[in-house]
């Protein structure tokens, strides 16, 4: 196994930029992860309550209990109806606060719209709160205190990718110029967080930036976490660039499915074959970010099972 490979980087067919394999740094996460829990001779507990039949939260909700049993983890679902009540969900969330065999919580989102998010994710235990969306672990990490708090899994992902492809390029972060494109409290400002934390110098841009283009071109890092399809235009990346793209976008394909239904097809946030030449490495969508956020997920549990346990 090359160097490369073995950081999770597969070189571009074509002499573009290294491609930065999620899938497998992925995987090497969730061995290492069952490996300590293997070790740890208690078995982490996760529990992840669904409410309502959102078929996209299903499948989501399917594959963290997946990748916790394959862990070895205690992986429990709570599924609700649509119709549940806050205080139902209030109420699960405390018999969970209080279960010794349970060191992980997540409550899917979106919720069904009689119940406040804001409330459930405040009424989970920071000391539970794997998905680290509770404002004490957001402050925690805003004051650089990683070790005691939970970092949304998500940016937590995007940040190993980055490290990798900076590894095998022999490049430092600190000093980098990093923009982070979008403000959203689970991914733009933790991930921007976590830059200035290594020292980045850290922009971050929003829908109201003025010349994103001209400030995505400054960039050494960019990461891009928008949620809108290409909206990066590949020629604004400074070539050379790392490139994480958080976006999962569902578009429009070329012809039929098996079904007889338009094909669709997904693309990230950044327009990624043109993109793809210019940068030093990049993440593609899919197979990018995406699977490392199931990961942390499971280390996040891991490393709250672990503090329970000292
Ligand atoms: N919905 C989509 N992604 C996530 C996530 O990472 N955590 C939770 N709780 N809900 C989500």
Request: aromatic content about 2%; some cysteine.
């Amino acid at each position: 196994m090359s160097e490369f490979e073995a950081l999770g980087l597969r070189p571009s067919p074509d002499g573009g930029g290294l491609i930065i394999d999620g899938k497998l740094v992925s995987q090497s996460v969730l061995d290492e992860t069952a490996r300590g829990a293997a070790a740890l001779g208690v078995k982490p507990g996760l529990a992840v309550v669904l409410v309502g039949e959102d078929p996209a939260s299903h499948v989501y909700v399917g594959a963290k209990g997946k990748a916790a049993a394959a862990c070895g983890f205690h992986s429990v679902q709570h599924t609700l109806p649509a119709s549940a009540t806050q205080a139902e969900v209030l109420a699960l969330v405390d018999a969970l606060n209080r279960d010794p065999a349970i060191h992980g919580i997540l409550v899917q989102l979106p919720l069904p719209r009689q119940i406040d998010a804001t409330k459930i994710i405040e009424a989970i235990a920071p000391t539970k709160d794997v998905d680290g969306f509770h404002p004490v672990n957001a402050g925690l990490l805003a004051i650089g205190e990683t070790a005691r708090s939970f970092v949304p899994c998500t940016p937590a992902g995007s940040m190993i990718l980055l490290e990798r492809a900076a590894k095998a390029l022999g490049l430092g972060l600190a000093g980098l110029d990093a923009v982070v494109v979008g403000r959203s409290n689970i991914v733009g400002k933790p991930m921007a967080q976590l830059l200035l934390a290594r020292d980045c110098t850290v922009t971050m841009a929003h829908s109201r930036t003025r010349d994103l283009a001209a400030v995505v071109g400054r960039a050494d890092i960019v990461v891009a976490a928008v949620g809108r399809a290409e909206m990066i235009r590949g020629e604004w990346i400074k070539p050379g660039a790392l490139v994480i793209d958080v976006g999962i976008n569902r578009v429009a394909g070329e012809g039929l499915n098996a079904q007889g239904k338009p094909k669709t097809r997904l693309v990230g946030d950044i327009e990624y074959a043109v993109a793809r030449k210019r940068a030093a490495a990049i993440t593609p969508v899919p197979g990018g970010v995406g699977p490392m956020t199931i990961a942390m997920l499971m280390a996040n549990t891991l490393a709250s099972a672990r503090r329970a346990a000292k």
